[in-house]
T-cell receptor, first 112, second 112 residues
Framework: KQEVTQIPAALSVPEGENLVLNCSFT??????LQWFRQDPGKGLTSLLLIQSSQREQTSGRLNASLDKSSGRSTLYIAASQPGDSATYLCAVRGGSNYKLTFGKGTLLTVNP | DAGITQSPRHKVTETGTPVTLRCHQT?????MYWYRQDPGHGLRLIHY???????DKGEVSDGYSVSRSKTEDFLLTLESATSSQTSVYFCATGQTKDTEAFFGQGTRLTVV
């Protein structure tokens, strides 16, 4: 059974700092990994999708990496802003019917 | 984002009553999923569909059933609601195993 762990559970940083969120998974037989953002009381917004054959994916100030063999992914946020405050969720897709398995998220607070 | 509409957005119901939640998508995505999100548990898969009339159970399917008679609609039914089913329910869709998953805005269900 796939298990996804996100560390840390919560992170508080001052505005402007670069930061890294971590995601690990137990079964390396995945199709892809997706990072989401969730604001309080809202749905999930897709940030980045990395295919199993890729090592990195970038979108603006966000950069996600994937090391499938070691079961790890990181989400790098450059020059953080208060608007980046949210919960960040990592999910891996695998199995016979391409199900997404989620970590419990990292609650990020960026202080002005 | 994909056009995913969940209805209702909020519902309060009594223990023992049946409840149906609806997910409607306009993207013609093949795969549809129902998740529930609870504090301390994160997002857990209830049921999913990989085509019209093709559905299967997720990890927390007891007490729930689903139906998919059209590509665009995926219904989740709580056969006899219990307080343990108080949660936020999310619908997600995806075209293939290689593409992004998109989420609806969620339905907050309270069983009293």
């Amino acid at each position: 059974k796939q298990e996804v762990t996100q560390i840390p559970a919560a992170l508080s940083v001052p505005e402007g700092e670069n930061l890294v969120l971590n995601c690990s998974f137990t079964d390396s037989a995945i199709y892809n990994l997706q990072w989401f953002r969730q604001d309080p009381g809202k749905g999930l917004t897709s940030l980045l999708l990395i295919q199993s054959s890729q090592r990195e994916q970038t979108s603006g100030r966000l950069n996600a990496s994937l090391d499938k063999s070691s079961g790890r992914s990181t989400l790098y946020i450059a020059a953080s802003q208060p608007g980046d405050s949210a919960t960040y969720l990592c999910a891996v897709r695998g199995g016979s019917n391409y199900k997404l398995t989620f970590g419990k998220g990292t609650l990020l607070t960026v202080n002005p | 984002d994909a056009g995913i509409t969940q209805s209702p957005r909020h519902k309060v119901t009594e223990t023992g009553t049946p409840v149906t939640l609806r997910c409607h998508q306009t993207e013609n995505h093949r795969y549809m999923y129902w998740y529930r999100q609870d504090p301390g548990h994160g997002l857990r898969l209830i049921h999913y569909s990989y085509g019209v009339k093709d559905t299967d159970k997720g990890e927390v399917s007891d007490g729930y059933s689903v139906s998919r008679s059209k590509t665009e609609d995926f219904l989740l039914t709580l056969e006899s609601a219990t307080s343990s089913q108080t949660s936020v329910y999310f619908c997600a869709t995806g075209q293939t195993k290689d593409t992004e998953a998109f989420f609806g805005q969620g339905t907050r269900l309270t069983v009293v």
